[in-house]
């Protein structure tokens, strides 16, 4: 379980898979830019360490190391799964062995390119289902940050307008993606069951339609009627 207090904090290693993506890369510098120590992994180790230099300098410090996807995936103690849907079940079979007994918070939304702003529902019903089906029992997988754009997390600066739907079947797995939601500047919302993932996933490409259809960039959700 993430640890809450100051000094404990900054023991916690976060590897994000994926990590030199857009979204990947946006939330491995917030959550360094809160004193974590984040591992970037990628199929590409170079790109990866590329990435690491790049957010580094933005940070002023050497917080984050880039890695191949497994040895990162090993070398954490919280793993974020943040790849393209076409790599998603290649990407878990290789990091499969590195991710046993962990927290794996899965990113990824099934888009069918080139109609990204249609939903579709893959045969699993959810990512986040096929990457617990996929894994079985080795990790406990929540569902989080889908709806999030990418467009703001690279600006420390700016307020992310959005709230971040949390889903999974383990509550103290879940307990630690919503603590990780506020370390990157975000309120979390515990969105029930990973059978959840499914409508939390299909917001996307109706997100991605109403940024076309309104010319704007950062579209995101808010739950009202929470304190």
């Not at 497994?70 to 849907?85: G, I, K």
């Not at 919302?189 to 076309?212: C, F, M, R, S, W």
Request: hydrophobic share 45%.
């Amino acid at each position: 379980m993430v640890k809450k207090s100051t000094n404990e904090i900054l023991l916690l290693t976060i590897a994000v898979i994926g990590g030199t993506g857009k979204e990947g890369s946006g939330l491995a510098l917030r959550w360094a830019n809160s004193g974590y120590r984040v591992f970037i992994g990628s199929r590409d180790a170079q790109r990866a360490q590329e990435k690491a230099d790049e957010l580094n300098a933005i940070l002023g410090g050497e917080y984050i190391m880039g890695m191949g996807n497994a040895e990162a995936a090993a070398s954490a103690n919280v793993v974020v799964l943040s790849v393209p849907y076409d790599a998603h079940r290649p990407t878990l079979e290789m990091i499969r062995e590195g991710i046993a007994g962990k927290v794996l918070i899965d990113v990824s939304v099934p888009l069918k390119p080139p109609d990204v702003r249609r939903v579709f529902v893959p045969e699993g019903h959810a990512a986040a289902l096929e990457t617990q089906a996929v894994v079985g029992d080795v990790a406990k997988v929540v569902a989080a940050f889908q709806n999030v754009s990418a467009v703001h997390l690279k600006d420390l600066e700016h307020d992310v307008d959005c709230d971040v739907l949390v889903c999974g079947d383990d509550e103290k797995a879940k307990e630690d993606a919503l603590w990780l939601v506020t370390a990157a500047g975000m309120r979390g919302v515990d969105a029930g069951p990973l059978a959840n993932a499914v409508a939390v996933e299909a917001l996307t490409p109706v997100l991605l339609y109403i940024n076309k259809r309104y010319k704007v960039k950062g579209a995101g959700i808010r739950i009202t009627g929470l304190e």
